[in-house]
């Protein structure tokens, strides 16, 4: 039945099986065309082969179906963002934190999305909403730090990062950016204690590496101890 068919299809989409996927998803579909989640599944293998006015469909069918789904919603809005229409997307990320206030991914998409359109000051308030909502999601302090740092508020910057190394102590990222942190405020022992702690936790890390080196040659107790 429906079930099997969208458990295989979801296996399928796992491994990477798009063309696959794709069938099974279509078969589920025919079985159980009223499956909100069959058809956002289907949309999302479609646009993995770049079929993006055909996923629109799904998405449509999608929330025609169950139109108070937060995911679904910011699903779409990324999937307009692709087609380039960017003032649908903003009211299908508007429309995913109206039906569902509680849900940080929500905001922190539509925080994502405005960031990408340029709109920092925007970003910035609903990458708050989403920290608000969930103080443990981990990939909206850092969008929140990393913006706030673009600002230039070095500062709650810095706070966000560090909430986020807390919450993920194995995530070599925000040490990376704690690094420039340091660097903009001038402090480069401190930027390379932060730069040498990403390399532990991730060794192939060219950016950290490449911040490291920058790191060292401007620090000049570094430039003391190194021999000539």
Known sequence: GARAHFNYATALQEAGRL???????????????????AHVNLAAVLIGKEKLEEARTHFEDALRIDPNNAEFHSGYAYLLERLGRPDEAAAECEAAVRVEPKSALAWHSYGAFLEKQGKL?????????????????VDAHIDLASALFVKGDLPEAKAHYLEASRLEPKLAQPHNYLGKVFMREGNASQAIVQFEEALRLHPDFPEAEENLRI??????QFLLQSPK
């Open 19 to 37: 063309d696959e996927a794709a069938e099974e998803f279509s078969t589920a579909l025919r079985f159980n065309p009223g499956s909100a989640k």
């Open 121 to 137: 000051e925007e970003a910035i308030a609903q990458y708050r909403h989403a920290v608000q909502v969930d103080p443990r999601l």
């Open 215 to 220: 790191a060292k040659a401007s620090d000049p």
